[in-house]
Nanobody, 111 residues
């Protein structure tokens, strides 16, 4: 059974940084693309960043240059380094692999 567990969310001031982690269990980690998505209150869930098995990455325009997705196949983990955070980045951030989603981790950017 596949399980995705996110961590690293929290409250941060505008301009600050956070690093999210997602640990995957079940299945073979390095044969799947992975991604981070987010959902703000009253809005639809949206793609933030994805990473393929060959480490090709894709970002939403709103986070390009500020966020970096990476993966460590030895640890079955993907990361999302978030810098220069803005209040509009406030959302629940979810990890996704194929049809599976994590439970989400809250990121709040506020002074």
């Amino acid at each position: 059974q596949v399980q995705l567990v996110e961590s690293g969310g929290g409250l941060v001031q505008p301009g600050g940084s956070l690093r999210l982690s997602c640990v995957a269990s079940g299945g073979i980690f390095n044969i799947y693309a992975m991604g981070w998505y987010r959902q703000a209150p009253g809005k639809q869930r949206e793609m933030v960043a994805t990473i393929t098995t060959s480490d090709s990455t894709n970002y939403a325009d709103s986070v390009k240059g500020r966020f970096t997705i990476s993966r460590d196949n030895r640890k079955n983990t993907i990361y999302l380094q978030m810098n220069s955070l803005k209040p509009e980045d406030t959302a629940v951030y979810y990890c996704r692999r194929d049809l599976y989603w994590g439970q989400g981790t809250q990121v709040t950017v506020s002074s």
